[in-house]
């Protein structure tokens, strides 16, 4: 499941592909979870909604609830350019910490409003430093 942008008059366009083949399913106009959900409710059955095994989205949250709503025993895959896009940010975050020490603690606060939540995530943390102790000692 992946949006298109088409332009002002028309904004963006909901896909719903099959994860194995690629080709595209569905079409929803916008970009909302009601346009999922729309999907979900008029395009399948239950039956086939239950033979549903992952979904692969971008990590909108609109999405992902509309998945756990109608579909809660799916597994969910985030897109790899997704995942790189936040791990870029976080090692981007990390080398400015490294070169600029000054920052501090409003640099940790900053980032802690701006990064999404899965960097604060307690195993992303543990594994880039933030619990080790040469992290705190350096603030």
Same mark, same amino acid.
């Given at each position: !499941? ?6 002002? %008059?028309?904004?963006?366009? =909901? ?16 970009? %909302? ?8 409710? =008029?395009?399948? =059955? ?12 971008? !990590? ?59 960097? !604060? ?6 594994? !880039? ?11």
């Amino acid at each position: !499941m992946d949006e298109i942008y088409l332009g002002q %008059k028309v904004k963006f366009v =909901t896909v719903v592909s099959n994860l194995e083949t690629g080709e595209p399913l569905w079409f929803g106009q916008d970009h %909302k979870q009601e346009t999922l959900d729309e999907f979900f409710r =008029t395009q399948l =059955t239950e039956i086939q909604r239950k033979r549903i095994a992952a979904a692969c989205v971008d !990590m909108w949250r609109p999405f992902t609830t509309s998945i756990e709503q109608w579909v809660p025993h799916c597994s969910i895959v985030y897109d790899k350019f997704h995942v790189l896009q936040h791990a870029n940010r976080a090692i981007e975050f990390l080398v400015k910490a490294q070169v600029s020490p000054l920052w501090g603690e409003k640099l940790i606060d900053d980032a802690a409003e701006s990064l999404p939540a899965v960097i !604060m995530e307690p195993s992303f943390t543990l594994l !880039m430093g933030f619990e080790q102790p040469w992290w705190k000692e350096q603030w």
